[in-house]
Each structure stands twice: as C-alpha cells, then as structure tokens.
C-alpha cells in the first residue's frame, strides 16, 4: 500500500494542535473543579451563624477557625508556590485536597465548647490544605494558554473557589438543621476525599519547550504591561511595585473578606432576614461573576483600570452599607460587594505574572498572596469586634471604605516595573522604581 507521505506532517501537525487543546481545557476544568470542592471557606458564615445559636459561642470565637483558616492558607499559598515551581503541582496539589478531607473530618471531632480545637482543626489543617491546592491550579492551567488569556484563565480558576458557596450554603444549612454541626464537617470533608482525588491526576505542567496557541496579543496597553524578564521572589522585592500591589491587596481585599465571613449574621442583624443561605449563593455567584469578568476586563483594558474601578465601586458600596435594612437594598450591596471582590482575586494574580514573569510564578504570587493573608484578620476581626462592642457593623464598613481609598491612591501611582526600566536602563537594566 502507497502511504501519502505528503499529509503526514499536516496530520500530525493537527493532532498536536489538538492534543494541545484538549490537555489545556483538560487542566482548566481540573483545577477550577478542584478549587469547587475546596471552597468550603466561603460557605463559613452558615457554619458561623449556626456557632453562635446553636453552640452559643461569640461572634469573635466564632469567627476565629475563619480567621486563622485565611492567613494559614495564606503562608501555606507561599510555601505550595514556592515547591511548585520546583517540583511541579500534581503532588502539592493531592496533598492540599487530602488535608482539607482530613482537616473537615477532624472538625467533626471536635466537642462543641473547645473553640481552640476547631481553630487549630479547620483553621490550621484545612486553611493549609486550601492554601496548597488553590496555589498550584491556576500557574498551571496559565501556563498552557497564551499569555493573552491570563486574565480569562485566571478567572475561571478561581472563580471556581468562589462559586462553591452557590451549593455549600444551602448544602450546609440543610445538613446543620438535619444533622448538627459535627456530623456537616464529617459529610463534607468524606466528599472533598471522594471527589477531589481522582481530579489532582488531571493536574500538570506543560512540557519543556511548550508553545501555547492562540493569536497575538492586539491591545496595546496590556502588551506594554508584560514584563521583559523573569523575576525570581527576591528581585521582586526589591521593587516599588510589590510593595503598592501588597498594600493594595490587603486594604481592597479586606471588605469582601469582611462582608462573606459575616454575611449570615448581617443579613440577621441589619435587615432582620432569618434565612440567610440564598443570600450567601447570591454572593457566592457574584464573586465568581466578578473573577470571570474582571479577568476578561483586565485582558481588555489593562489590570491598573480594572483594580481602581473594583476599589471605587467597594468603596462607594461600604461607605453606603449600614443604609441597607431591607432585603431588596442588601441584596444590591450584596451583588456589588461579590463582583468587586471577585474581580480583584483573578486581576492580582494576572498581574503578577504580568509585572514578574510565570517562570517564578509560583513563588512570587504565594509572596504577594500573604496581603490577602493579612486581610483575614483585618475585616472579618474588624467586623466581630464592631458589632459586639455596638451591635452594629457600620465602624468596620466605614473603616473599610477608607482603607479603599488609600488602595485607589496607590493605583493611580503604580507602573508595571518593565516600562519604568524601560525609560531608565532599559529593558535588561536593574530592577528599581
């Protein structure tokens, strides 16, 4: 038989392309799969509500496995960053699903006076293993698009973590009235085990060598704002820009962090709404909404545009969401706190690898991630101490409304670090601001 010597390499060239696609879509939709199954921290405001009527603890006890959960996930997000970069995110990434199973399951252990066992259990074990798989799924799937879709691919990614309210908290309103509290955690940390798994073998970097597809970037402001080079974590922090981005993150961050670990109580206390879960989902879609959206946008208009709209819209929202005392209004501040919020969690991490490269994306990301860190305890402590010392959470919404507009100051100074050499020493001259 005469073979057609002459479609061979067409034929292969097309079954590459193709095997590039589907690997690609194959670790998009792995890892925003994964990060729904560990969103169990957005779903904590049902847990905390049912803690302080069923338990009888305080706000402030009540929100502590929370708090402690964020900035544990925090460091944990920089140490997973770091190894990731080194060994890649298959292994980190099991791992991380492993000890937010075993760290729900060991929650549900826990007797129902011993605030100090449920903080190290969820906070500690669960925060840890959230911080390991959230870090690895996003470099990953970046890393086989073309860098014109950071933000898209960004923001499905974690829009995935955000979307995981939509079902956990009518899920865990539902399993709290029929079963308790201790049997919830025991549920949901077996399914985490069942269904997370098999998902981390989806899981891997692309090959040396590889070349994503897709077309040329066309706008020319977010061309202008990739870096020219590879910056590993210790030249990053030698420029101006991590700094402002940092500061950034915890003061923009910390109003929505704020507003989902407390939403069950203040729709409870402000607005006198006796079953908050649909409001919890509301918010849940709305976060993933705005990390979708905000990614595409930032793709579109430049990530620097993008954060300062997201900082003007919370701002305006906190300073006006001690007004909202009926269901109808809380529902619009609820909407806009989830899109702003969600929109900064997938523009920091596009731009970090626009600012710094993705070679190190890993470990730089985890470094500027330890501000988001930091916010768990700004907002969510900010809120349990204002409404337990006033019965009120307006201090904690004027405070944030302040903290955001010093994040939009710092926008409108900031620069990505490869123009300012650019203009300087150009474009392999040192790394300064």
Not at 214 to 227: I, L
Not at 370 to 390: E, I, K, Q, R, Y
Request: charged share 10%.
């Amino acid at each position: 038989m005469i073979r057609n010597n002459d479609k061979e390499p067409h034929q292969r060239g097309a079954t590459e392309t193709m095997s590039k696609i589907e690997k690609s879509t194959a670790v998009l939709v792995a890892g925003t799969c994964i990060n729904l199954t560990i969103g169990v921290l957005y779903a904590w405001s049902v847990v905390k509500k049912a803690l302080v009527s069923d338990w009888g603890w305080t706000h402030t006890d009540a929100s502590m496995p929370y708090n402690v959960a964020i900035v544990v996930w925090a460091v944990a997000l920089l140490a997973a960053g770091a190894m990731q970069d080194r060994i890649g995110p298959r292994k980190i990434i099991t791992s991380g699903v492993v000890l937010v199973g075993v760290g729900m399951i060991l929650s549900g252990l826990v007797p129902s006076s011993n605030v100090l066992a449920l903080t190290l259990a969820f906070g500690g074990i669960v925060g840890t293993g959230i911080g390991f798989a959230y870090a690895c799924v996003t470099p990953a799937a970046m890393k086989w698009f073309h860098p014109g879709k950071k933000g898209l691919v960004s923001g499905i990614t974690v829009g995935g973590f955000g979307l995981a309210a939509v079902y956990l908290a009518p899920l865990c309103t539902k399993l709290i009235a029929m079963f308790g509290i201790s049997h919830t955690f025991l549920i949901l940390g077996s399914a985490v085990l069942l269904i997370g798994l098999p998902l981390t073998r989806l899981i891997s970097n692309p090959p040396e060598g590889f070349v994503p597809i897709g077309p040329a970037m066309q706008n020319g402001q977010a061309n202008a704002s990739v870096s020219a080079r590879e910056y590993p974590w210790r030249q990053m922090l030698k420029t101006r820009q991590f700094y402002f981005l940092w500061v950034m993150f915890l003061f923009s961050s910390s109003a929505g962090v704020m507003i989902i670990g407390n939403l069950a109580s203040i729709a409870t206390v402000q607005a006198g709404i006796a079953n908050p879960a649909l409001l919890v989902s509301l918010l849940a879609i709305c976060n993933a909404t705005g990390r979708v959206g905000g990614g595409v946008l930032s793709d579109k208009i430049g990530r620097t545009n993008t954060m300062l709209l997201a900082f003007a819209l919370q701002a305006a929202n906190m300073l006006l969401f001690a007004s909202y005392r009926d269901e109808m209004t809380l529902i619009g501040g609820i909407v806009t706190a989830g899109i702003a919020y969600g929109a900064l969690m997938s523009v920091f991490p596009s731009t970090t690898a626009d600012f710094y490269g993705l070679k190190n994306y890993g470990a730089n990301y985890g470094v500027l991630y330890t501000a988001w860190g930091v916010s768990g305890f700004v907002g969510p402590l900010l809120a349990g101490w204002a409404v337990d010392s006033t019965g009120s959470f307006r201090m904690a919404y004027n405070a944030s409304a302040g903290l955001l507009v010093v994040a939009i100051l710092l926008g409108l100074l900031t620069r990505p670090p490869s123009l300012i050499r650019a203009r300087g020493h150009g474009p392999h001259g040192r790394a300064h601001a």
